[in-house]
């Protein structure tokens, strides 16, 4: 039989003759006659059938060896649970994919907000939809009372955010998650001006909702909002507490009851690479019903 040439063989395979020179000398691939005199070699068309499976099999990141020892073991069950593996680990792939994926539509977030940063200091009526938080404990008891004291208060809410983080990696929680993480105040302590924090929190979007368990979510409802583009004030105030205050009074002075508890969102974070500390830009968030 006198076979297709090398050059053929590869022609019609869309492969080059290196390349089944390799699959040769890798014993996956032998020739059906080499030519003693000019060293040429020569395939049969049923080996086109065997190209194409080596080319499936390395498209899912299979070694050469391991291609072989499956063509030379001819064993249907051993090729089954290869590439019930090799799926497992193209999950994975996935997921980082995935979790890199948000973390950059993240940062290009961050970095839209503050070029088209919204009204800052004014109380708006937003009607907002449904979304979906995690939630975290606080870690740092010294974080609990969101104080008047700018700089102490971020000072500790950098170690809360550490813990968090730390937690999140024992916990087995993507640190894709660990973004823009708000604070919450229950209702009841909110009523009583009282800003204890009850928990952190972040914001999922629906791409993110499957990297987490325990996902809460929130209803669709009206919200008193207010944006600000820095958090201590010229005189050291948090601007926090302040835009609660602002909050607060702005529902009691047009009959606006508390329906829910207080989220601080950070919206944006500027990059660290822009100045050295952690500045932002946030929403203080605060659900309301309007009066009878």
Same mark, same amino acid.
């Given at each position: 039989?006198?076979?297709?040439?090398?050059?053929?063989?590869?022609?019609?395979?869309?492969?080059?003759?290196?390349?089944?020179?390799?699959?040769?000398?890798?014993?996956?691939?032998?020739?059906?006659?080499?030519?003693?005199?000019?060293?040429?070699?020569?395939?049969?068309?049923?080996?086109?059938?065997?190209?194409?499976?080596?080319?499936?099999?390395?498209?899912?990141?299979?070694?050469?060896?391991?291609?072989? %020892?499956?063509?030379?073991?001819?064993?249907?069950?051993?090729?089954?649970?290869?590439?019930?593996?090799?799926?497992?680990?193209?999950?994975?792939?996935?997921?980082?994919?995935?979790?890199?994926?948000?973390?950059?539509?993240?940062?290009?977030?961050?970095?839209?907000?503050?070029?088209?940063?919204?009204?800052?200091?004014?109380?708006?009526?937003?009607?907002?939809?449904?979304?979906?938080?995690?939630?975290?404990?606080?870690?740092?008891?010294?974080?609990?009372?969101?104080?008047?004291?700018?700089?102490?208060?971020?000072?500790?809410?950098?170690?809360?955010?550490?813990?968090?983080?730390?937690?999140?990696?024992?916990?087995?929680?993507?640190?894709?998650?660990?973004?823009?993480?708000?604070?919450?105040?229950?209702?009841?302590?909110?009523?009583?001006?009282?800003?204890?924090?009850?928990?952190?929190?972040?914001?999922?979007?629906?791409?993110?909702?499957?990297?987490?368990?325990?996902?809460?979510?929130?209803?669709?409802?009206?919200?008193?909002?207010?944006?600000?583009?820095?958090?201590?004030?010229?005189?050291? %105030?948090?601007?926090?507490?302040?835009?609660?205050?602002?909050?607060?009074?702005?529902?009691?002075?047009?009959?606006?009851?508390?329906?829910?508890?207080?989220?601080?969102?950070?919206?944006?974070?500027?990059?660290?690479?822009?100045?050295?500390?952690?500045?932002?830009?946030?929403?203080?968030?605060?659900?309301?019903?309007?009066?009878?």
């Amino acid at each position: 039989m006198q076979g297709f040439s090398i050059g053929r063989m590869a022609e019609l395979n869309c492969v080059s003759e290196k390349t089944l020179r390799l699959y040769h000398q890798k014993g996956l691939l032998d020739p059906i006659r080499v030519d003693e005199t000019t060293g040429y070699r020569y395939y049969s068309y049923e080996q086109c059938s065997t190209i194409d499976m080596i080319q499936q099999l390395q498209s899912l990141g299979i070694a050469l060896d391991e291609i072989k %020892r499956l063509l030379d073991d001819h064993d249907p069950a051993g090729l089954a649970c290869l590439l019930e593996s090799q799926l497992a680990a193209i999950g994975g792939e996935l997921l980082r994919l995935s979790i890199a994926r948000q973390n950059a539509l993240q940062l290009l977030g961050s970095y839209h907000a503050f070029r088209e940063k919204p009204l800052c200091d004014q109380v708006i009526l937003e009607q907002m939809g449904e979304r979906h938080t995690i939630r975290f404990a606080i870690f740092n008891p010294r974080s609990l009372e969101l104080t008047d004291n700018a700089e102490l208060f971020l000072r500790e809410w950098e170690i809360n955010l550490r813990l968090t983080k730390k937690h999140m990696l024992e916990a087995g929680i993507p640190l894709a998650l660990f973004h823009r993480v708000g604070c919450r105040i229950a209702q009841e302590d909110l009523m009583r001006c009282d800003y204890r924090l009850a928990s952190s929190f972040v914001f999922l979007d629906e791409a993110a909702l499957r990297l987490a368990d325990e996902v809460e979510t929130l209803p669709a409802g009206l919200y008193l909002t207010l944006y600000k583009d820095h958090y201590a004030e010229p005189d050291g %105030r948090s601007a926090e507490v302040r835009g609660l205050d602002e909050l607060l009074d702005f529902a009691a002075q047009h009959g606006f009851a508390i329906a829910g508890d207080y989220y601080g969102e950070i919206v944006a974070e500027t990059p660290a690479f822009l100045y050295e500390g952690r500045e932002m830009l946030f929403k203080l968030q605060v659900p309301v019903t309007a009066a009878r």
